[in-house]
């Protein structure tokens, strides 16, 4: 098998047909294969696979009996796959015509551990492209030049095979940053990494996705924040990591922090014990200073050092932006 395509599902029955459609019209002169992960669908998205999947012996499907994390059902489509790269796309979004075609006749010519493309995101039935990079070519720096690239999705990446034996991400239960912790690994974990700067992934924004459902359970959220930091912290004592790239992932992790103290309310008894947590689990991540440490828990305790720190370091513009709604526009 040359590749697996592997998909996590869950109520998304209004998408899902275009997606494996979008797959199964590809043509390819070699072999691949989809493995869809029912992560207990509470709609007709099973229905549709397993009609789906009459039609089209190269359609696996497997089925979890009770919600997991994002991370499971990935995890399990990953582990099912044959192919010699893997391909991981979300339910709700699709891929071009060619997309299959021309990944394979560049994995022949390059045999990367590593192929990454580009993505166009559809919004209101409209594709807007946006190119995220445009060199192409083996990418031989420091990897901290593409960690922002790298990290953001777990999609428009394809994989060999072997670099998915043995990973850490196996053993977390994460959906808030799933792609985040299996980016890194692979990241640390690849020696040749490709760029081809072709836009062969459709984002859909689609507002009932899970990342979309997930902003509103704060606690499941803070909790894979805690996973998060300790998983990145095991990575980065598995792997060999530039100072740089450790910066770039430390960086990350705070604004991931400072993000989420904007979006809650902290001042319950079960959140400041979450957040002490994850203050503590972030105090061991490499480069984490004594000043920066103090950072984190001043702006735990006082949203608007936490809007000036989020200001000063990351991002002035989202920081009134969020002053506005929280202050002003009352």
């Known amino acids: 098998m040359d590749i697996s395509v592997c998909i996590p599902v869950y109520n998304v029955e209004l998408y899902l047909k275009r997606c494996l459609d979008s797959l199964f019209s590809q043509e390819l002169e070699g072999t ?18 397993k009609e789906y999947q009459l039609a089209e012996p190269r359609l696996k499907v497997l089925q979890l009996a009770e919600r997991e994390k994002i991370s499971v059902a990935r995890s399990l489509a990953i582990c099912a796959a044959s192919g ?29 551990d590593v192929i990454v493309y580009d993505y166009v995101v559809e919004d209101s039935g409209k594709l807007l492209e946006k190119k995220h ?18 990290s953001g999705t777990s999609v428009c990446k394809m994989v060999k095979h072997s670099l998915l034996s043995n990973l850490l991400f196996h053993n977390f239960e994460i959906s808030w940053g799933d792609d985040f912790l299996f980016n890194t690994e692979i990241l640390l974990k690849a020696e040749t990494i490709y760029l081809f700067p072709r836009t062969f992934y459709v984002y859909c924004t689609n507002r009932n996705s899970i990342s979309f459902s997930m902003k509103n359970n704060k606690d499941e959220m803070l909790e894979d ?33 400072l993000i989420f103290l904007f979006r809650t309310d902290s001042t319950d008894c ?4 979450q957040l002490k947590r994850l203050t503590d689990g972030m105090r061991e991540l490499p480069l984490m200073t004594g000043a920066k440490y103090r950072r984190l828990c001043l702006s735990a305790k006082f949203p608007l050092y936490a809007l000036a720190y989020m200001a000063l370091r990351f991002d002035f513009k989202l920081s009134l932006i969020v002053f506005y709604e929280k202050y002003l526009k009352r």
């Open 32 to 49: 691949f294969e989809v493995i869809c992960t029912d992560d207990a669908s509470t709609d007709n998205s099973l229905s549709v696979l």
């Open 270 to 273: 079960e959140s400041k014990e």
């Open 133 to 150: 990079f445009s060199k192409e070519g083996f990418f031989t720096e420091d990897k901290s030049f593409i960690q922002d690239i790298f």
């Open 225 to 257: 924040r805690i996973t998060s930091v300790e998983a990145t912290n095991l990575i980065l004592g598995k792997f060999q990591a530039s100072d740089k790239l450790k910066q770039s992932l430390l960086n990350y992790h705070i604004y991931k922090f």
């Open 84 to 112: 010699n790269y893997i391909i991981q796309v979300d339910s709700d979004d699709w891929l071009q015509p060619g997309t299959l075609s021309s990944l394979y006749q560049k994995s022949v010519e390059t045999n990367a």
